[in-house]
């Protein structure tokens, strides 16, 4: 992988993990809305942000082995 293919999905990454973390501060925040829609949206916020740091993580171990020399899988 390519230093700038793996800091775009870095950035990619970040970005999300931001603007969830955000989302869910405001949504605590808000008294309007029912247990149900917080329930929700906070188990789609934390699979978001699962994914997000497993892409952090593959793009930061594909770099590691691209600039190791090895060949990533």
Do not use: Y
């Not at 970040?14 to 149900?36: I, M, P, Q, S, Y």
């Not at 949206?41 to 952090?56: C, D, N």
């Amino acid at each position: 992988m390519s230093r700038r293919e793996s800091l775009l999905l870095r950035v990619a990454a970040g970005w999300t993990a931001f603007v969830w973390a955000v989302f869910l501060r405001n949504l605590f925040k808000d008294h309007t809305r029912t247990a149900g829609f917080k329930a929700v949206h906070t188990v789609i916020a934390v699979v978001s942000l699962v994914f997000a740091v497993v892409i952090w993580v593959i793009a930061t171990r594909s770099r590691q082995h691209d600039r190791a020399g090895t060949p990533s899988s």
